[in-house]
């Protein structure tokens, strides 16, 4: 069984602040994926990982896979309150394995 | 232009009853999904449609069953609702074309089910 360990589970900092969010597993994925939660909504796509010791950067958040493809991390610079949410970090086993294991979240909150 | 689309979004009903919960979606997608979030904010797949063939059934008691239509369409009848049931609800779909796939998901807006 595939499983996605995710670190911190909460976080609660200042605007402006940096932060880090680590997802880390003992098996090897395909892919990793980064979904973003508001309250009452449900997850939205951030970004998708795919090669070893992958660098992404989506404005003022960076994600990383890495190079053993078992570990992801975001990465976000002076946060503001709409970084505010539940980030959830997902592995693919790929091809026609459709099964993506979620981790169990990490709950940002960014005060102004 | 909703992507993928949940009814009802709250369903409140007592221990015992029988309900459905229905999804579509107009991604032209060939995949779809149901997951449960629990309290703790897991989300966990509990079933997988390709094509109308189910192609992911995790450990789910079987007085939940889906059913797909059609490939914009995956619904989840629940029998005998019990009180650990209650949770959100989220249909999801993907696309497997072209290869690499890589099956990123796009969430409905959950339906937030409450057994009392």
């Known amino acids: 069984t595939q499983l996605l360990e995710q670190s911190p589970q909460f976080l609660s900092i200042q605007e402006g602040e940096n932060l880090t969010v680590y997802c880390n597993s003992s098996?090897?994925?395909?892919?990793l994926q980064w979904y973003r939660q508001e309250p009452g909504e449900g997850p939205v796509l951030l970004v998708t990982?795919?090669?070893?010791?992958e660098v992404k950067k989506l404005k003022r958040l960076t994600f990383q896979f890495g190079d053993a493809r078992k570990d992801s991390s975001l990465h976000i610079t002076a946060a503001q309150p709409g970084d505010t949410g539940l980030y959830l970090c997902?592995?693919?086993?790929?091809?026609?394995?459709?099964?993506?294991?979620f981790g169990k979240g990490t709950l940002l909150t960014v005060n102004p | 232009d909703t992507a993928v689309s949940q009814t009802p979004k709250y369903l409140v009903t007592q221990m015992g009853n029988d309900k459905s919960i229905k999804c579509e979606q107009n991604?032209?997608?060939?995949?779809m999904y149901w997951y449960k979030q629990d309290s703790k904010k897991f989300l966990k797949i509990m079933f997988s449609?390709?094509?109308?063939?189910?192609?992911i059934n995790e450990t789910v008691p079987n007085r939940f069953s889906p059913k797909s239509p059609d490939k914009a369409h995956l619904n989840l009848h629940i029998n005998s609702l019990e009180l650990g049931d209650s949770a959100v609800y989220f249909c999801?779909?993907?696309?497997?074309?072209?290869?690499?796939?890589?099956?990123?998901?796009?969430f409905g807006p959950g339906t937030r089910l409450t057994v009392l």
């Open positions: 449609y390709n094509n109308k063939e189910l192609i």
């Open positions: 991604l032209g997608h060939d995949t």
């Open positions: 990982v795919v090669t070893g010791g």
């Open positions: 997902a592995g693919g086993g790929g091809g026609s394995n459709y099964k993506l294991t």
């Open positions: 098996s090897v994925f395909s892919s």
């Open positions: 999801a779909s993907s696309q497997d074309r072209p290869p690499p796939s890589y099956n990123e998901q796009f």
